[in-house]
């Protein structure tokens, strides 16, 4: 069975770092890429970014890039989801996704993870 | 970007009814959109990939359609535990977009 499992939900302040993980299960990481997706308060889904886990090649969304950083650990199989610098608009929840890869954006995203809740707030 | 427009935002039905989503492209996505279904605080789950795919497990009262850029997900005899927020995601172009989703309520 695939499972993505997320970790915890945080409460930072604006200014921290922090970084969230997705640890995958159930199938070949390096076979599929991982996206993050963001959905703010009572809001919609918005495509962060993604990476091939095998290669480590990453591709964001404008709106992101710049902003965080996405990396996987090939050995643990496990993407991560990072900020160097918080800003209360980073408040949300944000979900890794698995993809399956193809030529150009791949294909469609077919299994969720459950979700990390961030609060940032001074 | 793609811009991909969703209607209609909130949709009201009953039990046993066939509703309608609606997701309109701003340009030629060629049939790579997939559906789907988010309860409330959980984790979207996919019902239809390629436009008109179901995902294995999926009730056969969800399918999907397309005609150009415009894309319709259907659900037949609406059932209670269908009452979610449904979204379009587009995977044709960088960045993947999707639409601002439907909430179907009693």
């Not at chain 1, 299960?25 to 993604?50: A, C, D, N």
């Not at chain 1, 991560?80 to 608009?89: M, N, R, T």
């Not at chain 2, 060629?30 to 497990?57: F, K």
Request: overall charge negative; aromatic content about 12%; hydrophobic content about 30%.
């Amino acid at each position: 069975e695939v499972q993505l499992v997320q970790s915890g939900a945080e409460v930072k302040k604006p200014g921290e770092s922090l970084r969230i993980s997705c640890k995958a299960s159930g199938y070949i990481f390096t076979s599929y890429w991982i996206s993050w997706v963001r959905q703010m308060p009572g809001k919609g889904l918005e495509w962060m970014g993604r990476i091939g886990p095998g290669d480590s090649y990453t591709r964001y969304s404008p709106s992101f890039e710049g902003h965080v950083v996405i990396s996987a650990d090939k050995s643990t199989g496990t993407a991560y989801l990072q900020w160097s610098s918080l800003e209360a608009s980073d408040s949300a929840m944000y979900y890794c996704a698995r993809q399956p890869p193809g030529t150009n954006t791949g294909y469609h995203i077919d299994s969720w993870g459950q979700g990390t809740l961030l609060t940032v707030s001074s | 970007d793609i811009q991909m427009t969703q209607s209609p935002s909130t949709l009201s039905a009953s039990v046993g009814d066939r509703v309608t989503i609606t997701c309109r492209a701003s340009q030629n996505i060629n049939s790579w959109l997939a559906w789907y279904q988010q309860r409330p605080g959980r984790a979207p789950e996919l019902l239809i990939y390629r436009a008109s795919s179901l995902e294995t497990g999926v009730p056969s009262r969800f399918s999907g359609s397309e005609s150009g850029t415009e894309f319709t997900l259907t659900i037949n005899s609406l059932q209670p535990d269908d009452f979610a927020t449904y979204y379009c995601l587009q995977y044709d172009s960088y960045p993947l977009t999707f639409g601002g989703g439907t909430k179907v309520e009693i």
